[in-house]
């Protein structure tokens, strides 16, 4: 069993045919954001426009979420084989206040359960 698991570790084991489901609650499931960049100075910033260009159009976003198994903010992106539609996950959008007020209390919780 793989709980919290990177989705991408789940994908592959999924695509290796081992005996994995993703479960997505009805409470909802927190979203995710990956980011991309160039780094200043990089030896090919041309290249690398280039390949965030691909990365962020239509066609990029296709072959990343059907070869990974990720989805897109971009709507009328397909998702891979035996994944959940998108619109059929509720998306579970943090309240970043209560999460400031809380935040300790959720470290030390955490802390003591696993005795660190």
């Not at 962020?56 to 072959?63: D, H, M, N, P, V």
Request: glycine letters at 10%; hydrophobic letters at 35%; aromatic letters at 12%.
């Amino acid at each position: 069993m793989l709980i919290d698991t990177p989705h991408l570790i789940g994908y592959v084991h999924r695509k290796n045919k081992e005996p994995i489901d993703f479960v997505f609650p009805k409470e909802g499931v927190p979203f995710s954001m990956e980011t991309e960049g160039l780094i200043k100075g990089a030896p090919n910033p041309e290249g690398g426009k280039t390949y965030l260009n691909w990365l962020l159009s239509r066609k990029g976003q296709t072959a990343m979420c059907l070869q990974n198994g990720l989805y897109s903010a971009l709507d009328g992106i397909p998702n891979a084989e035996g994944m959940a539609p998108k619109d059929k996950i509720k998306i579970w959008y943090p309240d970043w206040e209560e999460w400031g007020r809380m935040r300790t209390d959720w470290v030390n919780e955490w802390k003591e359960i696993f005795k660190r």
